[in-house]
Each structure stands twice: as structure tokens, then as C-alpha cells.
């Protein structure tokens, strides 16, 4: 059974310009697919460090002396590349999607389609599970959530619904959650409206944006002059941060510049906003709201 299939594989690996004695990070190592490609392109001196914080994702380890895998959270780079004597490396690659793995076992609690414990940890050393996040956030919590994260006109009435319904009894599991939800479903396009719920309460129960942040800020100090960030986002808040920071250097406001009106922005754009290809999607329909961002890194008051 496949893992994952990599989404944008090509193209985000061209992103990342890779050079044969290069020192790379693929942030969401995954199936490997990615890592792989990577892998391809670099010759024997090169060297790549795969993140990963599922357990499942060390399967699929390649044989292959340049790599080192760490079963970690990416918001944890600079921590664990410096235990490894590293500083600075020539690129990093994310695909910030859930894999196509973790969606089929039915136990991880992410599909909307197999009944299971509410769970959805993408690290089963994580405390917080959505279970509990259904049964014990507050109702103006739950309405923040499924409203930013969610991006639900009616996420009121959802989360409003949700309190009442595990008043009466606990909801354990993916079936008795969309029981809940199934009156706030539109006729011919419940599979969408379940996706959006589930989808913001993985996003908390994994602190997604939140170590996304923590990564981009960590990313200029450990990306050398030249050296490149290729990432794939997949909801609109991931995109906006990466887009800001790619061209900003920082989440909120404006472009710093110096004395003399150069930019401060640490990244610079390179190329524009990449989405897969129809054919990609009638292939892989889990790649369609996948976009891709490409930057260089730059020296202080350089273009």
C-alpha cells in the first residue's frame, strides 16, 4: 500500500536548487517521497535531515547513508540540527499536508468516512487529542476554531450544537461526531463541510500554525545566503503566513527598510505561486488545494 503520494514533487525540489555537496531539510518527511527526490539530485558528499513526528513515517526510512531522520516536530529544527552539528543548510523543504496514510487508518481519527476514537495526533506522544477538545472546550473556544481554522460561516450553531449533544453524553468517536454535525451538512456536498470541521480541530490539536511560526522564524538563521525555502500549504492561513514571511520577513505589518529604503526582509520570492496541474489532480484529488511558495535567502541590505 502506498504511503503518501508527494504532491508538486517536481516542482518543489526545484524549488530548492539543489546543489550535489548540499546540506537540505525536508521539515515533513512522511512517505519520503520528497526526500527521495532530494536524494536523487544530491551526489556522495551531499547531506539531507528529514523531520517527522509520527512514529508510522520511520518506516519508511530509505537505505541511504545520507540521510538522518528525526522523529520530531520541525518546530524543533534549530534544537535538533544543532545536536547533529549543524548550523546552516542550502535549503528546506515542508509539505504541511496530512498523508494519505494517516487519513486510511482508521484509528488516527483524521478521516471523516471511518468510524474511530476521536483522536487525530499526527504524534501519539501528544496529551491533546480531539476528543478532548470536543468534549471540554468552551462553546466560544469551539466557535473560535471552527470559525479561523475551519473557515465555517455557521461555526456558532456547529460548536453551539456540539456542547449540547456531549451535555447528554460524551462523544468518543468520528461517527457520533458527525451524527452531531450531519444538520449543518449541505445536501451534495456533506464530504466538504465534514472536511472543514475536522480540518480545524487537527489544526489545534497540533498546534499547526502555531509551530509553522516557530519554524519561519528559526528558517533565517539556519538558511545560508542563497539557500532556499520550498513549501506547500494547504488552508489559507498557511499560505497568508508563508506568503508574508516569504516576502516580509514577519507575519503582521509592513517591510522594514534602513537608512536608505532597502528592504530588510530576510527571504526574496523567487517565481510565482505554484498549484498543481489538472492532470495532478484528477490523479491525486487530495493535492487540489495544495499551493506552493519559493525563497532565497539573502544577505542583509541585498537584493
Do not use: C
Not at 25 to 50: K, M, Y
Not at 98 to 120: I, P
Not at 142 to 167: F, M, N, P, S, T
Amino acid at each position: 500500500m502506498s504511503y503518501h503520494r508527494p504532491v508538486l514533487l517536481k516542482e518543489s525540489v526545484d524549488g530548492l536548487a539543489v546543489r550535489e555537496d548540499g546540506v537540505y531539510v525536508d521539515i515533513t518527511f512522511g512517505g519520503g517521497g520528497h526526500s527521495r527526490e532530494i536524494l536523487e539530485r544530491l551526489g556522495p558528499g551531499g547531506r539531507l535531515i528529514a523531520f517527522d513526528q509520527d512514529e508510522e513515517a520511520l518506516k519508511n526510512r530509505p537505505e541511504d547513508a545520507r540521510i538522518q531522520i528525526v522523529n520530531a516536530n520541525f518546530r524543533f529544527i534549530k534544537q535538533y540540527l544543532k545536536f547533529y552539528g549543524i548550523l546552516k543548510v542550502d535549503g528546506i523543504l515542508g509539505d504541511f499536508g496530512v498523508s494519505s496514510h494517516q487519513f486510511d487508518q482508521a484509528e488516527r481519527g483524521f478521516s471523516t468516512r471511518l468510524d474511530a476514537v476521536l483522536d487525530m495526533r499526527m504524534s501519539r506522544k501528544e496529551a491533546l487529542t480531539a476528543r478532548e477538545v470536543v468534549n471540554t472546550y468552551p462553546l466560544e473556544q469551539l466557535r473560535l476554531l471552527l470559525h479561523q481554522y475551519g473557515e465555517l460561516r455557521r461555526a456558532g450553531a456547529i460548536a453551539g450544537a456540539i456542547v449540547k449533544a456531549r451535555d447528554r453524553a460524551p462523544i468518543e468517536t468520528t461517527g457520533q461526531f458527525n451524527e452531531v454535525l450531519r444538520p449543518f451538512l449541505q445536501r451534495g456536498k456533506e464530504n466538504k463541510g465534514l472536511a472543514q470541521v475536522y480540518q480545524a480541530l487537527r489544526m489545534e490539536v497540533n498546534q499547526e500554525l502555531e509551530a509553522l511560526r516557530e519554524f519561519l522564524h528559526q528558517s533565517v538563521d539556519l538558511v545560508r545566503p542563497g539557500g532556499r525555502l520550498s513549501l506547500i500549504s494547504y488552508h489559507s492561513l498557511e499560505d497568508r503566513l508563508v506568503k508574508r514571511f516569504m516576502r516580509i520577513g514577519k507575519f503582521e505589518g509592513e517591510v522594514e527598510t534602513d537608512f536608505f529604503g532597502n528592504p530588510q526582509a530576510p527571504f526574496r520570492p523567487v517565481g510565482k505561486l505554484m498549484v498543481p496541474s489538472a492532470e495532478e489532480i484528477s490523479g491525486n484529488p487530495r493535492a487540489r488545494s495544495a499551493r506552493l511558495r519559493v525563497a532565497r535567502r539573502v544577505e542583509p541590505n541585498k537584493g
